[in-house]
């Protein structure tokens, strides 16, 4: 089945600093790439959605310049927290999906961001 | 606009009873329809989908789900619990174009031994 390589599983950074994850999808095109956040015992809340060589969407109420996306190719798209306090500590998670309708997301296997 | 409604934010089975996990959708399409496990700190893995085939749709682990359509829901079971099935489990709706999912809220099911 289709792999989604997400990385690090894990991060603990300085309060300040920049941190980036990467997803890649392995064996297909993601033609978009969604990015996720999810506090503890919650469901998954949309940030954003990005296709290949465009500029991401992002959901209302996240900033899109402390979120900094990069899909650059098919197969890779970035996430980069600028400036991380600790309020940003939270799993993230990606995900790729084809482009046609019915088929299924597949999901990296996340990132937990922990800032001191 | 989709809507996923998950309801029961927790269930706890007997080890070997039937699993149910509900779910129902709001769609002005015919949707896709899907659920995914969560294990603790992993993403999503995708247990089945319904894509307008066959309204009882088998998936990984033993796991099915039923569309009805008359009842906009579809439902989670399995026969038999595992220690194994106890996770965080998610329904999805996606309505077309993009791969625009929404999920529901999520239910924890616990398997008691």
């Known amino acids: 089945g289709a792999v989604v390589s997400q990385h690090p599983s894990r991060v603990i950074c300085k309060s300040g600093t920049s941190v980036k994850i990467e997803c890649r999808s392995l064996?297909?095109?993601?033609?978009?790439m969604f990015w996720y956040r999810q506090f503890p015992k919650q469901s998954l809340m949309l940030m954003a959605t990005?296709?290949?060589?465009?500029?991401?969407?992002?959901e209302q109420g996240v900033e899109k310049d402390k979120f900094l996306i990069n899909h650059a190719s098919l197969t890779l798209s970035t996430l980069t927290v600028t400036s991380a306090h600790p309020e940003d500590s939270s799993f993230y998670i990606c995900?790729?999906?084809?482009?046609?309708?019915?088929?299924?997301?597949?999901f990296g296997n996340g990132t937990r961001l922990t800032v001191t | 606009a989709q809507s996923v409604t998950q309801l029961g934010s927790h269930v706890s089975v007997s080890e070997g009873a039937l699993v149910l996990l509900r779910c129902n959708y709001s769609?002005?399409?015919?949707?896709?329809l899907f659920w995914y496990v969560q294990y603790p700190n992993q993403g999503l893995q995708l247990l089945l989908k319904?894509?307008?085939?066959?309204?009882l749709v088998k998936g990984i682990n033993g796991f099915e789900a039923e569309f009805k359509k008359s009842e906009t829901s579809f439902h989670l079971t399995k026969p038999s619990a595992h220690m194994s099935d106890a996770a965080e489990y998610f329904c999805?709706?996606?309505?077309?174009?993009?791969?625009?999912?929404?999920f529901g809220t999520g239910t924890s099911l616990t398997v008691i031994p």
């Open positions: 995900s790729a999906g084809s482009g046609v309708s019915n088929s299924p997301l597949h």
């Open positions: 990005s296709n290949e060589g465009s500029k991401a969407t992002y």
């Open positions: 999805a709706v996606s309505e077309g174009t993009g791969n625009q999912f929404y």
């Open positions: 064996d297909f095109q993601a033609t978009t």
């Open positions: 319904y894509t307008s085939a066959a309204t």
């Open positions: 769609s002005s399409v015919p949707p896709y």
